[in-house]
């Protein structure tokens, strides 16, 4: 690589355009993952190690078709609008549809629930209600955070806990019965859904794949961070549908997909508005040229990567797929977690997630540039040790702990900043030691392992807290973090040298 690219900048137009695909990948995945938990385990009754297999069916899935869209968008394709556009625009469409037969499907089983008089307490001691908890002094706390909405205060907060977590049980034992006297609602919800994840799995690879596309290697970190900040802004807009269209515990959702379909269809359309897909991929090969940064034996060679760069491509492989493990498992459980053990309002929860979001999108960019600066390696080993130091105090906390409205949300968001420090750099890592002519091919090596993990974490985790106890989902988390700060370790290949400070106060990675 030539030594003149000190006038190097990131085309950041460009780059947002791309990441409006992304963006509507993420107002997708941001609702699923917290309304998803909620409508299982509140409309059909599984438990945590039942809904946390559905909620990885869509991780398993990934498994094998990230790579193969991956690869297949690769191909070169005389499709007018691009080789990758083409996946982002059906898939896209076929998810929208999707989302309308999970709405329906979802009403028919809410109303069969509601049947059922699940909010009743008198008609929840069949399901497991104590009886202690409809007479005498629980009867009266309860009554009163009814009348006014105000939660009680020491002892009386206490029992009212202790009683929010025995009716819950007993409405998801309800909505079990439900859904075994009545299971067909349950088997369209599922073919639906899964209808809906292989339209997700379609086109994600190709998205993510089209920013490597139009980026030159060295403006990859910071590419990616603006690319993440996108998603991150799409997370922001599902987090305020559901805020705002899913604050009671027992309602329809109809909306909240609707909704949803609305916002994906507008990124898509600006998407297709604004990315012309060949025209950039063109200007991407001018600016190398005109940089010298052109690879010729990138371009021409046939050869294997030699295997020192394979056992750090398998080490940073190895890093996602243990971080996921770990932060996964709390953020799959998250929703339910938060409203059963804690006892967090549903809005409450949006409120966590609006603030995480926030915050992970305002440190994109600064962790884009200490990547610059130290590596993007050193980046990764000091987000993944502040996740696993935040889950601590999350173990530790209860429905009673004083602040812990506060302190809760806090210990999350710095966890969060993990999920940053590890997003921003791996994915570059991997795709630097790729050729361009497999760009997909190694984006989907990237979604297998992190999509292995989010296969298998809700439901292992899920076991875990069915066995000892919900909170030590935050224990399973700590052990895999750190792990993944192990294999991290030993990575030799794949990360960019700390380069001086420019006049304009931008950094731009070199790569290896």
Not at 282 to 290: F, G, P, V
Not at 304 to 309: D, N, S
Request: hydrophobic share 50%.
């Amino acid at each position: 690589m030539s030594a003149n690219n000190d006038n190097m900048k990131l085309d950041v137009k460009r780059t947002l355009f791309v990441g409006f695909a992304f963006m509507g990948i993420m107002c997708f995945w941001e609702v699923y993952d917290y309304i998803m938990p909620l409508i299982l385990s509140r409309y059909f009754g599984l438990n945590q190690a039942q809904y946390g297999i559905v909620m990885g069916l869509d991780n398993l899935l990934a498994i094998f078709l990230l790579p193969f869209f991956g690869s297949l968008s690769d191909k070169k394709v005389s499709a007018k609008l691009g080789r990758r556009t083409h996946f982002i625009l059906f898939g896209t469409l076929a998810a929208v549809v999707c989302l309308v037969g999970i709405a329906i499907t979802e009403l028919l089983q809410y109303r069969a629930v509601m049947g059922a008089d699940i909010q009743n307490l008198d008609s929840l001691v069949q399901y497991g209600l104590d009886e202690k908890y409809l007479v005498g002094e629980y009867r009266a706390i309860y009554d009163g955070v009814i009348a006014t909405g105000v939660k009680p205060e020491g002892d009386a907060l206490v029992m009212y806990n202790e009683m929010l977590n025995n009716i819950y049980g007993a409405q998801v034992a309800c909505a079990g019965a439900v859904t075994k006297a009545k299971p067909l609602y349950f088997i369209l919800f599922m073919c639906v859904l899964v209808c809906a994840l292989l339209a997700m799995a379609s086109y994600r690879s190709p998205a993510v794949a089209l920013m490597p596309d139009v980026t030159p290697k060295p403006l990859r970190s910071q590419a990616n961070a603006i690319i993440n900040i996108m998603g991150g802004a799409g997370g922001l807009v599902s987090i305020l549908l559901y805020t705002f269209l899913a604050k009671q515990r027992y309602q329809s959702h109809v909306a909240l997909f609707i909704g949803l379909a609305g916002v994906m269809l507008c990124m898509l359309g600006l998407f297709l508005g604004l990315c012309k897909e060949k025209k950039f991929v063109a200007m991407r090969y001018e600016e190398e040229k005109r940089w010298e940064i052109v690879d010729e034996i990138e371009i021409q060679s046939t050869e294997k990567l030699p295997k020192e760069k394979v056992v750090s491509l398998l080490l940073i492989l190895g890093t996602v797929f243990l971080w996921f493990m770990g932060y996964n498992a709390v953020k799959s459980h998250l929703s339910t977690y938060a409203t059963s053990v804690l006892n967090f309002k549903d809005s409450f929860v949006g409120v966590i997630n609006i603030i995480n979001g926030a915050g992970g999108a305002i440190a994109m960019l600064p962790v884009a540039l200490m990547a610059s600066k130290i590596g993007r390696k050193k980046s990764i080993i000091i987000g993944l040790a502040l996740s696993a130091v935040a889950f601590v105090p999350c173990f530790l906390m209860t429905a009673n702990t004083p602040g812990v409205g506060v302190l809760f949300p806090l210990c999350f968001i710095l966890a969060g900043f993990g999920l940053v420090c590890v997003n921003v750099n791996t994915f570059p890592m991997v795709t630097e030691l790729s050729k361009g002519s497999n760009v997909g091919k190694y984006t989907g090596y990237y979604y297998i392992s992190s999509m292995t993990a989010q296969s298998l974490t809700p439901a292992f985790a899920g076991i875990f807290m069915d066995k000892i106890s919900s909170n030590a989902v935050f224990v399973y988390a700590i052990i895999f973090v750190t792990l993944a700060i192990v294999a991290c370790i030993f990575i030799k290949h794949g990360d960019n040298k700390p380069v001086k400070k420019q006049k304009v106060v931008e950094y731009f990675a070199e790569e290896e």
